[in-house]
């Protein structure tokens, strides 16, 4: 049984840091493409990053570019994110999501095949 568990979340002012967790079990880590995903109040879910199985390819959803870095460790088989100059409107529930298909389509929900359960990040101005 594959499971996903995020921590890392919390409550934090505009400009703080935050480091997101995700640890993987039940399945090979190492072969699974990794995505990160937000939902804000009222919002649809949407792409943050993802990273590749290798973690030798990152991608960004534009409102992130810049200040959030996705990076995996294949031993630990976990995730991460990387969340700096944080804004108030990356307030939202994080989720982490996993897949060992295809990779084509990283920013669509549709392409993986596990999810996390979430975890709360609030930013403050």
């Known amino acids: 049984q594959v499971q996903l568990v995020e921590s890392g979340g919390g409550m934090v002012q505009a400009g703080d840091s935050l480091r997101l967790s995700c640890a993987l079990s039940?399945?090979?880590?190492?072969?699974?493409?990794m995505g990160w995903f937000r939902r804000a109040p009222g919002k649809e879910r949407e792409f943050v990053t993802a990273?590749?199985?290798?973690?030798?390819?990152?991608f960004y959803a534009d409102a992130v570019k810049g200040r959030f870095t996705i990076s995996r460790d294949n031993v630990e088989n976990a995730v991460y994110l990387q969340m700096n100059s944080l804004k108030p409107e990356d307030t939202a529930v994080y989720y982490c999501a996993a897949t060992w298909g295809a990779f084509l389509y990283y920013t669509n929900p549709g392409t993986y095949e596990y999810w996390g359960q979430g975890t709360q990040v609030t930013v403050s101005s």
């Open positions: 039940g399945r090979i880590f190492s072969n699974a493409a």
């Open positions: 990273i590749n199985w290798t973690g030798q390819r990152t």
